[in-house]
């Protein structure tokens, strides 16, 4: 065989890459990276080729951001209407479980009025389960258990869901990412922000 001569590199003889080395050949990473906090993209959606590939991405986040969550849980709430004005009788006792189990189901259901954005959804059930009190009793009919279940885990959820709301009342971050007149940020989004950096 030849002689074949391999050249390693002098590790010690290398010198070390400044900075102006870097942007001579990358681009300013100012300018393509958001800064720390916002929710921008350094990317121009408009830009995108062809153009109906913006109206498709824009139906998309539609339906998965609004009409399916309408979708989803517009039937979800109108069965526990059904099922909560079922659920009255002659007056019985509530055990501790049934309050316990509204604690936590009030934390379940106030993560999915936050993270899948449909207070509105939400607080219209809510305001149909008075009048169903008021009228069952007027029939002399009372909550049973399920009843007590269903209505104090939806009043404990709104007091969560108002508490979230006045925690994060003067974020300035979150009220650009969450504007108009209804206010309620998502969870993820609050730890994506303060959490993730």
Sequence with gaps: MGNMATKIPDSSASSSVSDSDLESVLPSASSSIATQGSFTCSCDAHQLKPASLVESFELLDFYDEHLGHM???????AAYLVYFYGSFGKSCSTGFGVWLLAIFGAGFEWYLVTEGQIFTIFILMFACMVPIV??????GLAMDSNAKFLFFRSALTLVLVVVWVAYLWNDD???KKY????????PWAYVSLYWMH
């Design 134 to 139: 008021a009228i069952r009793a007027q029939q």
């Design 173 to 175: 971050t979150l009220r």
């Design 71 to 77: 979708m989803w849980y517009a039937p979800l709430f």
């Design 179 to 186: 504007p108009g007149w209804l206010y309620i940020p998502e």
